[in-house]
């Protein structure tokens, strides 16, 4: 009887919190219908387009590099206009921030979304979607979540604005998505047993439906995001068409695996400075939080993520073709350049510990997002008694995404109220 009751009260618990879910993506539904802006595609208008004259104007509040920061060879103005396409998983909010700071510093002008941090997505991207946005309107930068569509972004930036994304192997990005998204995506609440990714992976198509609610977080994701269907094999010759079709609209792409690397043709692409690049490490997981992968389960997830693989190859390849003209000699001194310098900041701005559990953060303004029913991402504690002309920066380098943004003057209305409506409904399950 007593193993009965003890069962039950599991089962009413798991029964909550899904009717919990169901009724908490309902409401979030029916806000998003109400909130969303009339979205019309207007193709082929040259008024739509960012004109020329005032793509020249952003430019003037941006300061050349010295020569004490490049040499004679490098001297060259850096880019103001840019797209960023942030990617799920990929260490994107590390990027962002970087592209906030240089943004701020020079006073550049973001196209920003309206109540949320992100451009209505998954629905595909539409200039309507930008905050305030009227046909003709010029921004210098381009950088949070959306579905791409290249004809749409490019209504509002400078012809000669580069084009940036980071990838990741799409086997970790496959099981940090699982994790981090299975409970707002209902194909995985039935899944039993302790491991959900093994039991998905060992019979995906069991718990897969294309047109489910949020099934894109399970399948191709990057390819999603890029805005082509995600459920194309990896043989299909409309993946080999899109890869092709990328190579084509980016100018760079970087590899988390390789990020350091990455952010040293960062700066080399823009002109920019080994100021400008560094970083923190921004929404990590804490390693128990990690599902461990054997190379079965690793084969399997690389399988039924096929044209993302695919994707990752091509991409892999051409950003060790940028390394090797830039050299590796070079590129190997540039990186440990960055390296010391980030542990210089660290020294400057964090406590010892590093970064620490949710809990464990006693400021608020660095507590990153945290996906529904726990605390998995890590954050960072500002140094007590910071030396004052450090204190900036440091904190611009420790603010998470949505706190950024709200620094920005980003209304945030949506995603604050999906957070506290997400965070309470679990505190009451």
């Not at 579905?147 to 496959?174: G, M, N, Q, S």
């Not at 507590?367 to 998995?376: K, R």
Request: hydrophobic share 40%.
């Amino acid at each position: 009887m007593m193993m009965f009751g003890i069962k039950g009260k599991k089962c009413t618990l798991v029964t909550k919190r899904l009717i919990l879910c169901v009724i908490l993506t309902n409401i979030m539904l029916v806000l998003y219908c109400l909130r969303k802006p009339n979205q019309v595609r207007i193709r082929g208008s040259q008024e739509d387009m960012c004109p020329l004259r005032l793509a020249k104007a952003l430019k003037k509040n941006v300061t050349k590099p010295s020569q004490s920061t490049k040499s004679q060879s490098e001297v060259c103005s850096p880019e103001v206009n840019m797209m960023f396409m942030k990617t799920h998983k990929t260490a994107s909010s590390t990027v962002l921030n970087i592209l906030f700071r240089f943004g701020e510093k020079h006073k550049l002008k973001f196209a920003f979304p309206d109540g949320r941090n992100d451009f209505f997505y998954p629905s595909p991207f539409m200039v309507s979607q930008v905050k305030d946005y009227r046909p003709g309107d010029c921004f210098n930068i381009v950088c949070n979540h959306m579905r791409f569509d290249h004809h749409e972004v490019a209504k509002l930036l400078p012809a000669d604005a580069v084009y940036i994304t980071i990838l990741r192997d799409p086997v970790d990005l496959f099981e940090s998505s699982f994790h981090y998204y299975h409970r707002a995506v209902p194909l995985t609440w039935s899944i039993g047993g302790e491991n959900k990714l093994a039991e998905f992976l060992h019979s995906p198509q069991t718990f897969y439906s294309p047109e489910a609610f949020n099934s894109f977080y399970l399948k191709n994701l990057l390819f999603f995001d890029f805005g082509f269907d995600n459920n194309l094999e990896a043989d299909d010759p409309l993946v080999s068409r899109d890869i092709q079709d990328l190579s084509k609209r980016f100018d760079l792409v970087l590899i988390a695996e390789y990020f350091e690397e990455s952010l040293i043709l960062l700066k080399d692409t823009l002109c920019w400075t080994m100021e400008d690049i560094l970083y923190f490490k921004l929404n990590a997981r804490k390693s128990s939080s990690v599902s461990r992968l054997t190379p079965d389960l690793r084969a399997k997830a690389l399988q039924w993520n096929g044209a993302d693989w695919r994707l990752y190859q091509h991409f892999n390849a051409t950003f060790w073709a940028r390394v090797e003209a830039y050299g590796r000699k070079k590129m190997e001194q540039e990186v440990n350049e960055l390296r010391r310098r980030n542990v210089e900041m660290k020294a400057i701005c964090m406590e010892d510990v590093g970064a620490v559990e949710a809990r464990k953060i006693q400021d608020r303004r660095f507590l990153p997002w945290q996906p529904i029913g726990e605390s998995s991402i890590l954050g960072y504690n500002v140094k007590k008694n910071i030396d004052p002309k450090f204190k900036t920066i440091c904190e611009k380098m420790l603010t998470p995404e949505i706190q950024y943004l709200s620094n920005l003057g980003v209304s945030l209305w949506l995603t604050r109220l999906w957070g506290w409506i997400k965070d309470a409904a679990f505190t009451f399950a």
